[in-house]
């Protein structure tokens, strides 16, 4: 071999050395830090960390986690990949202004999204507190939602996607707690254990296209709306299943809406161990709607009279 293609050859050499490292320095971290006293500027170190969560999530590797290393307002974000947000210890608080949503979620279609330890408040005029349209998993934990014009939780995918909820409280959100709502081609699998929704409009909602289970949790308070609801509107299938739960001071001007509820041909309600208890209306059916009690319900005590299952099935 000549001494021309030796010097080629490496130059070849030396180029692809230095692509791969650069490439290296600027891949982004799998861990980044933000902190009420950072900036937002350079990679989001633990000893230089960002003040906001959207300029953190552009310095993140999808599939990372974002952790919040001391209390602060962390800002609005629209999560577009796989993330983790952990602000559990930190009172990491997320505070949405007048007609914004407080998280915006539109991700990819196997993305897993973590939300633990927020405060999440829209001040009587944020929109709505979180907002799911597109991802594989969200998963929420040790939250509190509040205050927002619209819904504490908007879980509306447009595939199929799943949601799990664990110890979050839904506060005075005017109109709803927390509200699954596939859209037209979504389909949804959610889970609710350890929630509790008081003083919302409604509580919680699953419609057309969900698969639900509520375990451990308390609805209390909605000023208008349903408490534990499946609707099917529009004619697909609604199963929710309520177990070791309380629904009890909810109230309806109308009697239109109940504790409990099932409505539509295609909506299920099963009840286990369940207290329905000083409600405008306790167990409340429309258009077809069934609810099924495993015949260890306690139902006493609502203003309305009382509307009893549709069917009482015995345990085995």
Do not use: H
Not at 123 to 137: E, H, P, Q
Not at 279 to 306: H, M, P, V, W, Y
């Amino acid at each position: 071999m000549n001494n021309r293609n030796l010097r080629f050859q490496g130059l070849v050499s030396f180029v692809a050395l230095q692509f791969f490292v650069s490439s290296a320095a600027y891949a982004l971290p799998t861990q980044t830090w933000v902190s009420g006293f950072g900036s937002d500027s350079g990679a989001c170190s633990f000893i230089a960390p960002c003040k906001t969560l959207a300029f953190a999530l552009t310095q993140t590797a999808a599939g990372g986690e974002i952790s919040i290393d001391s209390p602060g307002e962390l800002g609005v974000v629209t999560i577009n990949k796989g993330i983790t947000i952990n602000a559990v210890g930190a009172l990491g608080s997320i505070v949405a202004p007048s007609g914004v949503n407080a998280i915006t979620i539109a991700a990819g279609a196997s993305d897993v999204v973590i939300l633990r330890g927020l405060t999440i408040d829209g001040a009587d005029v944020g929109t709505n507190g979180i907002v799911f349209t597109t991802g594989g998993k969200l998963y929420v934990e040790n939250c509190m939602i509040s205050r927002f014009t619209g819904i504490g939780l908007s879980f509306t995918p447009s595939a199929a996607s799943a949601l799990f909820v664990n110890n979050v409280s839904f506060k005075n959100n005017a109109y709803g707690g927390a509200v699954v709502t596939p859209g037209a081609s979504g389909s949804a699998t959610a889970s609710f254990n350890n929630t509790k929704a008081e003083g919302n409009f409604r509580g919680i909602v699953v419609t057309d296209g969900t698969t639900a289970i509520i375990r451990n949790s308390i609805v209390t308070g909605t000023t208008t709306g349903a408490g534990f609801a499946a609707n099917s509107n529009g004619g697909r299938n609604v199963t929710l299943t309520i177990e070791s739960s309380v629904a009890s001071g909810n109230t309806s001007t109308t009697g239109a809406n109940g504790a409990i509820q099932a409505v539509g041909a295609n909506a299920v309600v099963r009840m286990s161990n369940v207290t329905v208890t000083s409600n405008t209306q306790g167990l409340f059916l429309s258009a077809g709607g069934s609810i099924i009690s495993f015949g260890n319900n306690r139902i006493s005590g609502n203003i309305n009279s009382e509307v009893l299952p549709t069917q009482t099935v015995v345990q085995n």
